[in-house]
């Protein structure tokens, strides 16, 4: 994946490591308080979505 893109290892991990400090500080100066989110799964079958019963 890193490499695809012209990255080394070492940048890679620089890179992960500023988005997670950035991320904590923001987790930390909202007191913990996450916004709730979503998933929704579509599974799919020969290229068209089914209905799982």
């Known amino acids: 994946m890193w490499r695809s893109v012209g990255l080394t290892y070492v940048r ?3 890179i ?3 988005i997670t400090r ?3 500080r923001n987790v930390a100066k909202d007191g ?3 916004q709730e989110s979503t998933v929704k799964f579509t599974y799919w ?3 068209k979505p089914v209905k799982q019963s």
């Open 22 to 24: 950035r991320c904590l």
């Open 32 to 34: 913990g308080k996450g």
């Open 16 to 18: 992960a490591a500023a």
């Open 45 to 47: 079958d020969a290229g």
């Open 12 to 14: 890679y991990s620089q």
